[in-house]
């Protein structure tokens, strides 16, 4: 993966993670819907982003734009395990 990928692989579990925390967002977004993030400060993400999505959206699929402003300080994680998979 190459460094956007990543960085949407961690903007999307956080958007998700964000939802589950505020319901009234999640719930006024349609079925099926493109999602394009749009991160305050990160102008080169934001174009490749908005341009991928825009590429592979399907016809008459909704679009929304998503716009952080901030992030927490830190992660929500206390404490973890990780363990190998064989």
Do not use: C
């Not at 949407?8 to 964000?18: C, D, G, I, N, P």
């Amino acid at each position: 993966m190459n460094k956007y990928t990543e960085f949407l692989a961690m903007v999307s579990t956080e958007f998700h993670r964000y939802l589950m925390e505020n319901e009234e967002y999640a719930e006024s977004i349609p079925a099926n819907a493109l999602v394009i993030f749009q991160i305050e400060g990160e102008d080169a993400f934001n174009d490749w982003h908005k341009n991928t999505s825009l590429k592979n959206r399907e016809p008459d699929q909704p679009i929304i734009y998503v716009y952080v402003k901030r992030w927490r300080k830190h992660s929500s994680i206390e404490e973890l395990k990780v363990g190998a998979v064989a």
